[in-house]
């Protein structure tokens, strides 16, 4: 049975008999308090991962977040249930997570060493879906937390499955009522810093599939009208892309078939969009395309935002 680790006071507690150790980096990240009041930041860095299956990938969240150290990870496609996520992974190293989890299909979670507060398992007027016969559930895609002040949405926008499925219908809808919900936030507070992260499942302009006439001529999903209308409606209400002026040219997701990867034969589809207040403290952005590589990777990569106070 698997035991978690305890973080209080500024001090890490391991439960007799867990199974993994406390290094002393995560000590040291445990020092810094997830269960405490987060201190006054020089910065913060945000990223965002379609995982494709936390339990799967463990070991590489583990080391990825050893190496570069980020303050907040938005997870996408956890594809497990809350009573199986891997709490401890990350408990013992300094952060605070929260998950929506209910079965092996979607899946969020938000991990923060710099608080995790107001969480919210869905935003308001999200629509549901449930396949003809079923009744229809809302679906494990979005979570939210206030992190550090600012607040953090990790999303994993429906697919569409294609162009003429109930599917697409239920995309379109969904991203109207994230819109409808930016809107009202900013309406009410022009200076909300408000972060929405992941997986969009839309590539917004033709550079960002890596054969545009194969999209169009194979009829895909991603690349409609309809789907890039309704992305362009969040940037209308004021969302920025924080990412792209960064990393022209860049993808974020490569299909495991036709050994897409290799050929670097990609899709931006992963994005993080920021309130004006919030895009105006960005340092830096960049995509993590190493970690694409090597056996057992997600077939998406991690997109990280660097914040000035």
Not at 133 to 147: D, S, Y
Request: aromatic residues 10%.
């Amino acid at each position: 049975m698997r035991r978690r680790a305890v973080l209080c006071s500024g001090c890490c507690a391991v439960l007799a008999g867990c199974e993994r150790p406390c290094s002393p980096r995560n000590r040291l990240r445990a020092m810094k308090g997830a269960c405490s009041a987060p201190a006054k930041l020089e910065g913060m860095k945000i990223a965002t991962w379609n995982i494709n299956s936390i339990r799967a990938r463990e070991n590489r969240v583990e080391d990825w977040l050893d190496e570069h150290d980020v303050d907040v990870l938005a997870l996408q496609e956890t594809k497990t249930k809350d009573e199986t996520f891997p709490f401890d992974l990350f408990e013992f190293m300094g952060y605070e997570v929260a998950h929506f989890g209910l079965n092996q299909w979607n899946g969020v979670a938000i991990a923060s060493r710099v608080g995790l507060e107001d969480v919210q398992r869905g935003f308001d007027n999200q629509p549901h879906f449930g396949k003809p016969g079923e009744p229809e559930v809302l679906e494990a895609r979005a979570i939210g937390a206030t992190c550090g002040g600012v607040r953090v949405w990790s999303l994993y926008v429906p697919n569409g499955r294609g162009l003429t499925d109930p599917h697409m219908d239920y995309k379109l809808h969904w991203m109207e009522a994230l819109r409808q919900n930016v809107h009202n936030e900013l309406a009410a507070n022009p200076q909300s810093q408000l972060a929405l992260v992941g997986d969009w499942n839309v590539a917004p302009e033709d550079a960002d599939v890596w054969d545009i006439d194969y999209f169009l001529r194979n009829e895909m999903t991603h690349v409609s009208e309809p789907e890039r209308c309704a992305f362009a409606a969040l940037l209308e209400e004021g969302m920025v892309d924080v990412v792209r002026p960064h990393t022209p040219g860049e993808y974020t997701y490569w299909d495991y078939q036709a050994g897409r990867f290799t050929k670097d034969e990609g899709m931006r589809i992963d994005f993080q969009l920021f309130s004006p207040a919030l895009a105006a403290r960005v340092e830096r952005a960049w995509i993590d395309k190493v970690e694409r590589a090597g056996e057992g990777a997600s077939d998406h990569t991690p997109v990280v935002v660097e914040i000035a106070d």
